[in-house]
């Protein structure tokens, strides 16, 4: 299979080719030039126009600013295993070449025009954005693993250590025990020759046997000291050690914490124009009410973003927000109702009227986020493909230089509270009991991984809800963990109820899901809805540890198109369009054996398949009013 390197290289090269046979006034010298500006391009990234001059209206950077605290690389989950591909977001990342390519060839190509010449400038700058944060963030995660393997030997060297102190402490006590009892003991018992007697000649025998426990006894205790001097030597290398392993784990997070300053300094030189067309990249349409409520979310977002571009406003970096006394040129501090400053965020005037200005960090992070809109939810995942609560707030927030722990109750207790009547766009929300987390948009809005309708998308704030502001510094100790009530699933999901449930979810009809909503089965092109793959994926490999193959699937999701073909393939078999328990991405249909009832594959199916959320339901057991022992469903829906 071609690598991504490799693919990327092919696209480059065509395009290239591309370019210049437009270009067949080039000298030969120009040609080359071309080549040599290809072959320097990063993967991903294409060389950016030098930045817009900043009017005056917008901010005067002051002298740079010690970066707060709270800017922490908090641990973060391994990369969990996703349920999709990832080879569609390596193509999409690849495939930014042939779109980014022009912009590198018209720094050494005369008269071939700039981004600004075309439309596609600020879409462009916004996708190399998107490309490069991405690149950004695989680093960053490279990098938390070395450091976290970084940190797992200096606990080790530190184990080690107390081990080697532990043992030396023994070995002094034995030879100070031993050096005691020679000090207290009588002359006749160190030197038991002193004991002969030439008037006693029959004393002469125990005399010698005495002399000979204490010649063994010397030796014992010379060997303590010996010993002692060799657990002395261990320590001192387990404490050099030690001291090794520190400096290996300052080494790696330093490398680390350099990758979120990158990406801040990035971010920080987004324009507005460029971080709003990257909230409307590549969304996945939703359904009905909740596409609607999603778009709204979207364009009132860009409609802002737009105001300060028009005014020539660019939100400063979150360092600059923290002295409320040296703010950014043309900001002032952002006051409460009760007239008490808002950490974090500033205000500027546009026409007669106050406007907050958040950090550009914040902007960069909600923005990403909107970018994620209906993609899948999946219980431990981070992106980019699938998510869950955490993972999307924690991966939103990455991608504007800030590290978050993995799950919402870390990110509530290292987070710096605010009170939700100080709410502003970006903070992190948290449900009751801090089971459920995501960004606040303003008006009540959240944007966040839902377990309840399985995407990516925009939801009401619930009452009572708690929140975190990212930029601010750590609080001093970690906040009070949150209250758990009912107990539910991942991210406050429901827990399922006994019996036959409703099919739908995500507001879709049956047969008109996205595929792009759904997580793919790793054969042909069967998917299912994502916590279903993630059962069958399960299911799958116990069952090739039973029988030494995976499961065989014929049939999985159908969409309209696909049933209407099998219903005019097979009208008396197959269900009426649009009716299909298959439309709502629940059901698979097996074969292996699995297909012929009573066999041992279907009856380890039987015994098995609960395990993983899969059910036969009456009607296509045997017996039933219409068998098919090769049909069986994700819960009872039918």
């Known amino acids: 299979m071609v690598s991504a390197?490799?693919?990327q290289a092919l696209r480059e090269a065509l395009a290239l080719r591309q370019a210049l046979a437009a270009r067949p006034d080039l000298t030969p010298e120009q040609v080359a030039a071309a080549r040599a500006a290809v072959a320097a391009r990063k993967p991903t990234a294409a060389k950016r126009p030098a930045p817009k001059k900043r009017p005056a209206a917008a901010r005067k950077r002051p002298a740079a600013k010690k970066r707060p605290s709270g800017t922490r690389p908090a641990g973060t989950r391994a990369a969990a295993a996703r349920t999709g591909s990832s080879?569609?977001?390596?193509?999409?990342?690849?495939?930014?070449?042939?779109?980014?390519?022009?912009?590198?060839?018209?720094?050494?190509?005369?008269?071939?025009?700039?981004?600004?010449?075309?439309?596609?400038?600020?879409?462009?700058?916004?996708?190399t954005a998107r490309s490069s944060l991405l690149e950004q963030a695989d680093t960053y995660h490279q990098l938390e693993a070395r450091a976290g393997q970084e940190r797992t030997a200096l606990q080790q060297a530190r184990d080690a250590e107390g081990a080697a102190r532990a043992a030396v402490a023994a070995q002094q006590h034995a030879v100070g025990t031993t050096a005691a009892a020679l000090y207290r003991a009588p002359a006749t018992s160190r030197f038991p020759v002193l004991g002969l007697s030439a008037g006693d000649p029959s004393s002469t025998p125990d005399v010698l046997f005495r002399a000979a426990l204490a010649d063994r006894a010397e030796r014992a205790r010379e060997e303590y000291v010996v010993r002692a001097e060799r657990t002395v030597a261990a320590l001192e290398a387990a404490q050099r050690r030690v001291a090794d392993a520190e400096a290996a784990v300052a080494a790696a997070e330093a490398e680390v914490e350099a990758v979120l300053s990158a990406v801040r300094r990035q971010v920080d030189g987004l324009g507005t124009d460029v971080t709003g067309v990257l909230a409307g990249l590549g969304p996945i349409p939703a359904a009905g009410e909740q596409q609607a409520r999603n778009q709204a979310a979207v364009q009132r977002w860009q409609q802002y973003l737009a105001?300060?571009?028009?005014?020539?406003?660019?939100?400063?970096?979150?360092?600059?927000?923290?002295?409320?006394?040296?703010?950014?040129?043309?900001?002032?501090?952002?006051?409460?109702?009760?007239?008490?400053?808002?950490?974090?965020?500033?205000w500027a005037v546009i026409g007669s009227s106050p406007v907050t200005v958040l950090p550009a960090e914040t902007v960069a992070a909600v923005s990403n986020a909107f970018s994620q809109l209906g993609k899948p939810f999946v219980a431990g995942t981070a992106g980019p493909e699938t998510y869950d609560c955490g993972g999307f707030t924690a991966a939103s927030w990455l991608l504007a230089g800030y590290a978050l722990p993995a799950t919402p109750q870390e990110q509530w207790t290292s987070g710096a509270p605010v009170p939700v009547d100080r709410l502003q766009v970006g903070d992190l929300v948290f449900s009751p009991g801090g089971q459920d987390v995501g960004l606040y948009l303003g008006d009540g809005d959240v944007l966040g991984a839902s377990a309840a309708t399985y995407q990516v998308g925009v939801r009401s704030m619930a009452a009572d809800s708690t929140a975190v502001r990212v930029p601010l510094a750590a609080p001093a100790e970690p906040n009070a963990a949150l209250a758990v009530g009912e107990t539910t699933g991942p991210c406050g999901a429901p827990l399922p109820q006994p019996g036959i449930a409703s099919p739908e979810w995500g507001g879709w009809s049956n047969g008109r899901i996205p595929v792009q909503a759904l997580c793919q089965l790793g054969v042909y092109q069967?998917?299912?809805?994502?916590?279903?793959?993630?059962?069958?994926?399960?299911?799958?490999?116990?069952?090739?540890?039973?029988?030494?193959?995976?499961?065989?699937?014929?049939?999985?999701?159908?969409?309209?198109?696909?049933?209407?073909?099998?219903?005019?393939?097979?009208p008396k078999l197959a269900a009426v369009p649009g009716t299909s328990n298959h439309g709502w991405a629940l059901a698979v249909d097996l074969c292996g054996g699995i297909n012929i009832a009573g066999t041992p594959q279907w009856t380890w199916m039987t015994a098995n398949a609960g395990r993983f959320g899969f059910v036969q339901p009456a009607w296509a057991a045997p017996g039933g009013e219409k068998p098919e022992p090769w049909h069986w469903e994700y819960g009872y829906i039918s």
């Open 87 to 127: 080879w569609s977001t390596r193509l999409g990342v690849v495939a930014l070449s042939t779109l980014l390519l022009p912009a590198a060839l018209a720094l050494v190509l005369p008269g071939a025009g700039t981004p600004e010449d075309g439309p596609q400038d600020v879409t462009t700058l916004a996708l």
């Open 526 to 570: 069967h998917a299912l809805r994502c916590d279903a793959a993630a059962g069958y994926a399960q299911m799958s490999d116990a069952f090739q540890a039973q029988f030494g193959t995976p499961l065989c699937i014929t049939d999985s999701y159908r969409s309209v198109g696909s049933q209407m073909a099998a219903f005019r393939a097979k």
């Open 307 to 346: 105001g300060l571009t028009a005014a020539g406003i660019e939100p400063p970096a979150a360092a600059e927000l923290t002295d409320l006394a040296d703010l950014p040129a043309g900001l002032s501090p952002a006051l409460d109702a009760a007239g008490q400053p808002i950490p974090g965020v500033a």
């Open 5 to 7: 390197r490799e693919a």
